[in-house]
Nanobody, 129 residues
């Protein structure tokens, strides 16, 4: 099974940019569908970006569409989330998540909690206004 470790979180002013990363180990990374979720204090965890095994298909909720970009480098076993035009409401713990694909494709649409079984410990992103 895959192990996930996030990095790159930090503090940034509103309007700024930040890129966070997730490094995978322990299994064949390219066989996994990947996603980023976030959870703010007192709120439920929500999906902010999903990507298929090859990186050709991505999905975002309206709240981040046009500002966030998910990508992956299968040669480096790494997942990225580029976040631009950050807002105070983007402040949250950001989690990397994986789903073994096997013979099946990756889920379509906004990433859903129930579709992903492997999680990292999270990296904090704080946006000050």
């Amino acid at each position: 099974q895959v192990q996930l470790v996030e990095s790159g979180g930090g503090s940034v002013q509103a309007g700024g940019s930040l890129r966070i990363s997730c490094t995978a180990s322990g299994d064949t990374y390219s066989m996994y569908c990947m996603a980023w979720f976030r959870q703010a204090p007192g709120k439920e965890r929500e999906g902010v970006a999903g990507i298929d095994r090859g990186g050709g298909r991505t999905h975002y909720p309206d709240s981040v569409k046009g500002r966030f970009t998910i990508s992956r480098d299968n040669a480096k076993n790494t997942l990225y989330l580029q976040m631009n035009s950050l807002k105070a409401e983007d402040t949250a713990m950001y989690y990397c998540a994986a789903r073994y694909s096997g013979w099946y494709g990756c889920p379509e649409g906004e990433p859903a909690l129930a579709d992903f079984g492997y999680w990292g410990q999270g990296t904090q992103v704080t946006v000050s206004s």
